[in-house]
Structures are given as structure tokens and as C-alpha cells.
């Protein structure tokens, strides 16, 4: 059983994040230093490579609804709400994808 990260490596990879520029959650902070087992170096440069991944991944300024329109109309997709940072919550129902009418690479 694994058990949460001591809020003294909380505080320093709070604080490495902060000087890179990034306020990153709580939450998320603690995701990666469990799964680092609470090495604070470690746990940073994850959150870095990640943070620089979804930067070529994901399209500058996010993903617009009218590239997920189809998405949308068809039901395979759509907004559950909003977490508790006002992000919408998007579930995807991957049962109603048919490759053959669009491919999601």
C-alpha cells in the first residue's frame, strides 16, 4: 500500500515547479512523487518531460470544439462537467469510434 508523499517533498517540488515557471497542483504534485518514490529530482524532471510533451502534442491554445465537432454530434464524446480548476471534464466513449470515418492519431 502506498502512502502520501511528506509535505516536505511536497514544498520542494512545489518550489522547483515554481522556479520553471509552473504552478502545478497539489494533487498532481503528489501523483509524481509517489509514483518517483518521493524523489523530489526525479518526480521534477517527469513532470518536466511531460509538461515539454504536451507542448508538440497538443495544438497551441488547447483543443478547439470545432476539431472535435463530429465527436460531439455523434455521441462518442462529451463534456461531464467541470473539475474543481473550472477545466471541463470530457468523457469518450471509445465503443461508438469507427475507424474507418475518422482516425483519432
Known amino acids: ?4 508523499p511528506s509535505s516536505q517533498a511536497m514544498v ?3 518550489s522547483i515547479m515554481q522556479s520553471y515557471g509552473y504552478d502545478i497542483d497539489q494533487l498532481t504534485l503528489q ?3 509517489q509514483f518517483k518514490n518521493e524523489n523530489v529530482k526525479l518526480a521534477a524532471a517527469s513532470i518536466l518531460e511531460t509538461l515539454e510533451w504536451r507542448k508538440t502534442f497538443i495544438p497551441a491554445g488547447g483543443i478547439s470544439p470545432q476539431s472535435v465537432k ?3 454530434q455523434s455521441g462518442k ?3 461531464f462537467g467541470h473539475d474543481k ?3 471541463p471534464c470530457v468523457v469518450i466513449r471509445i465503443c461508438k469510434h469507427f475507424r474507418a470515418k475518422r482516425r483519432l492519431e
Open 77 to 79: 464524446s462529451y463534456i
Open 1 to 4: 500500500m502506498s502512502t502520501s
Open 12 to 14: 520542494q517540488l512545489h
Open 85 to 87: 480548476s473550472n477545466r
Open 31 to 33: 501523483r509524481y512523487l
Open 70 to 72: 463530429n465527436e460531439l
